[in-house]
């Protein structure tokens, strides 16, 4: 099993880093059809992201990784290079930035999980005699502990989408005047998604 999730989630990053190579590809070919450079040499990158972690000694599961890039392949290729997020109407409303969002509160919740799972060494207890050391959580303190990760998440993220705004003049946030409709929606979508997949987490 664990050897079958290494081998597809190679596989997945691969396909993720082939995608960015053809799109850079094609931008020399025709620049202005493809003019995205920097998403697209960003696109062959990230996928192994968490390889380079592993060099800093932060390991993280064959699981995890395979959630990550299925989340690349949707918010970074689909949402970002193929422009998704301005293309793709649904009812007249562009939604795919809402959809990305509240799966990032999935992705954020499987993270929080592992984070405890690494900085927690267990307790012993006592096993037909002898010691054992095992990790046990209270469910509640698990469930709120993903939920404050998820949340923590998703706001650091609206601040970096609001300096990216203001440093680079760029639009990441789309601001409706007078309010902050697109930020708030954004957060309460990952929460609700981080909420919801916090209570199955919280078992394990």
């Keep these: 099993m664990k050897k079958s999730l290494g081998r597809i989630n190679l596989i997945l990053k691969i396909i993720i880093s082939l995608f960015g190579i053809g799109l850079f590809i094609a931008h020399l070919i025709d620049p202005v059809a493809w003019p995205k450079i ?29 959630a990550f890039s299925l989340f690349l392949g949707l918010a970074m290729v689909a949402g970002i290079d193929f422009d998704l997020y301005r293309t793709w109407y649904i009812f007249g409303n562009p939604c795919f930035d809402k959809i990305a969002h509240t799966l990032s509160g999935v992705l954020a919740a499987f993270v929080a999980k592992e984070v405890l799972d690494e900085c927690y ?11 054992a050391r095992v990790k046990h959580y209270d469910t509640r303190f698990t469930w709120l502990f993903i939920v ?33 409709d697109d930020t708030m929606w954004d957060i309460l979508g990952a929460l609700a998604a981080g909420i919801i997949t916090a209570f199955p987490l919280s078992k394990k």
């Design 38 to 66: 920097g998403s697209y040499l960003v696109t062959i990158i990230l996928p192994f992201v968490p390889d380079i972690f592993k060099g800093f000694g932060i390991n993280t599961s064959s699981r995890l990784q395979i």
């Design 121 to 131: 060494d267990g307790k012993d207890v006592k096993v037909t005699g002898s010691k």
């Design 148 to 180: 404050a990760f998820v949340a923590l998440t998703a706001a650091g993220w609206e601040c970096f989408e609001f300096l990216y705004d203001q440093i680079a003049d760029g639009s990441m946030q789309q601001l409706i005047a007078p309010g902050v």
